[in-house]
């Protein structure tokens, strides 16, 4: 059995075939999923899709690349809903920022903003938080710390790899791994994963996104979950049904009750 802990279902390219996508995944045991939060505008249908699905959930955030339409009253009138299960995603994205140093400066101020206010909320809340970083593993992991993250842990959603942010396993968060881990130029992540510790490792597709291994190019979903344990079993040398249960059992510690 495993758990997508991160994948975009309320995304425009699973409009035609949502159900089709989520029978495909539980046929494969892919018993449960999380959508997370981006786009604002999009949330009312990852609601729609967690309440008529009883082991899907929805997280309230908002990504860094929709940062202008960040609105703290939206996603906390949505917090208290039975089916939200944290905060984000939220983080911060480095990866395509503007021309000038002042734009620049701007722009990552405005994201560090947004991050910290949504780290906050989750505290309010007690909420893990999924968190999105992209080429900003310092400036990430400094905030983290500032805000007392560690109080309500979370999830590195598809894990950058980067060494820096190890230490965060001691402040609750777990390490969300995906298609990259098949992709051929993985070698930065194949080579870290051994060093997270085994009860922090959870699964990912973030779906539309980042089709393993030999879909790439194609759209992603769920049911390639799959295929990112049998990468993960190979590198980490365990029998894949352990890894699925010792997965399972990591999402369930941070998730308390919900799968
Ligand atoms: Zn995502």
């Known amino acids: 059995m495993i758990i997508d802990t991160h994948c975009h279902l309320n995304d425009k390219r699973f409009e035609k075939d949502l159900e089709e996508v989520i029978q495909r995944a539980h046929r494969a045991g892919v018993t449960g999923m999380i959508i997370p939060g981006a786009d604002p505008d999009e949330l009312p249908r990852a609601i729609d899709i967690a309440e008529r699905h009883e082991k899907i959930y929805f997280a309230v955030g908002v990504h860094p690349y929709d940062r202008e339409k960040f609105d703290p009253k939206l996603l906390e009138a949505h917090i208290g809903h039975p089916k939200c299960i944290a905060v984000g995603e939220c983080g911060l994205d480095y990866f395509r920022l503007p021309e000038t140093e002042a734009e620049k400066a701007a722009e ?20 893990p938080i999924i968190v999105h970083i992209r080429e900003a593993s310092h400036d990430s992991l400094g905030i983290l710390k500032e805000e007392g993250a560690k109080e309500v842990g979370g ?105």
Do not use: W
């Open 108 to 127: 990552k101020a405005a994201q560090k903003e947004i991050f910290r206010a949504q780290i906050a909320l989750a505290r309010r809340y007690k909420k």
């Open 155 to 259: 999830i590195l959603h598809c894990y950058n790899a980067s060494p820096i942010l190890l230490e965060l396993a001691e402040h609750g968060f777990y390490y969300g791994i995906g298609g990259v881990v098949t992709f051929k130029n993985a070698k930065k992540l194949v080579e870290i994963l051994p060093q997270i510790p085994k009860e922090r490792l959870l699964i990912e597709t973030d779906a539309p996104y980042l089709t393993p291994h030999p879909h790439r190019g194609e759209r992603n979903e769920p049911f390639y979950t799959t295929l990112v344990a049998q990468k993960m079993a190979e590198i980490l040398q365990i029998p894949e049904p352990q890894l699925e249960e010792m997965v399972m059992q990591n999402t369930r510690r941070l998730f308390k009750g919900y799968f």
